[in-house]
């Protein structure tokens, strides 16, 4: 079974930066892909990054120059750099995979079976 175990998350002020970490175990052979997701408070959930195991890559607008998805081992360690912090990035950052190929449009949190239990990222002066 997947498991999915996220780190670095924490209060900075805006125009910080911060790395995110997920480590995950139990993945079988094959493709996998793996995303970022965050929810702000009282607001839906939102994909931020994915990444395919072969090296395919999408972000939100809000993500784009800002963020960095990358991945050590691809499936074992996920990142997430984050680099000139907002307020409205504050908010619970989530990793999630599926095994299988990314789809290459919108990022649909319904198609991510395995889930984290999330990592805090509050940005704020």
């Known amino acids: 079974r997947v498991q999915l175990v996220e780190s670095g998350g924490d209060s900075v002020q805006p125009g910080g930066s911060l790395r995110l970490s997920c480590s995950g175990s139990g993945f079988l052979d094959g493709h996998y892909c793996m995303g970022w997701f965050r929810q702000a408070p009282g607001k839906k959930r939102e994909g931020v990054a994915v990444l395919s195991t072969d090296g395919w890559t999408t972000y939100a607008d809000s993500a784009k120059g800002r963020f960095i998805i990358s991945g050590e081992n691809m499936k074992e360690t996920l990142y997430l750099e984050m680099n000139n912090l907002k307020p409205d990035d504050t908010g619970m950052y989530y990793c999630?995979?599926?095994?299988?190929?990314?789809?290459?449009?919108?990022?649909?949190?319904?198609?991510?079976?395995?889930w984290g239990q999330g990592t805090q990222v509050t940005v704020s002066s």
């Open positions: 999630a995979t599926h095994m299988g190929a990314c789809y290459r449009g919108p990022m649909e949190d319904d198609l991510f079976a395995y």
